[in-house]
C-alpha cells in the first residue's frame, strides 16, 4: 500500500512562515509530478504549486514569490515553504503525487489526508 502522509501546518500569525513536508511510502517504483493543493471552507480545492520529476515547477499567482515548493527524490518528499502567510492562505493543505507501483504499473494519483494550515491576523 502507497501512504503520502502530510506534516508541518498549525497556526501562524500573518506574515509568518511555515514549511510543509509530504512523504510517500510504501511500495513505490516511480514517482512522477509532485503537487500541493489546498481547500478553504466553501472553496473548491485548487492547485498551490507543483513540481515536475525533472523539478520545473509551477505555482498559483495568488502565491508566486511567497512560496517554494522543492523534492528530495532519496526521500520520496515534497515539501512547500510558505513565507509572508496571508489570512487567505488558511485552507486545508493536500499533498498530491503520481506514482507507479511497479514497472508494468501506470502511473496514478495518490492523495495525502491533509493538514490544516491557519493564518490569524
Known amino acids: 500500500q502507497v501512504q503520502l502522509v502530510e506534516s508541518g501546518g498549525g497556526l501562524v500569525q500573518a506574515g509568518g512562515s511555515l514549511r510543509l513536508s509530504c512523504a510517500a511510502s510504501?511500495?513505490?517504483?516511480?514517482?512522477?509530478?509532485m503537487n500541493w493543493y489546498r481547500q478553504a471552507p466553501g472553496n473548491k480545492r485548487e492547485l498551490v504549486a507543483g513540481?515536475?520529476?525533472?523539478?520545473?515547477?509551477n505555482y498559483a499567482d495568488s502565491v508566486k514569490g511567497r512560496f517554494a515548493i522543492s523534492r528530495d527524490d532519496g526521500k520520496n518528499t515534497v515539501y512547500l515553504q510558505m513565507n509572508s502567510l496571508k489570512s487567505e492562505d488558511t485552507a486545508v493543505y493536500y499533498c498530491n503525487a503520481g506514482l507507479k507501483i511497479n514497472i508494468m504499473a501506470p502511473f496514478r494519483d495518490y492523495w495525502g489526508p491533509g493538514t490544516q494550515v491557519t493564518v490569524s491576523s
Open positions: 513540481i515536475s520529476r525533472g523539478g520545473t515547477t
Open positions: 510504501g511500495k513505490i517504483f516511480s514517482i512522477n509530478a
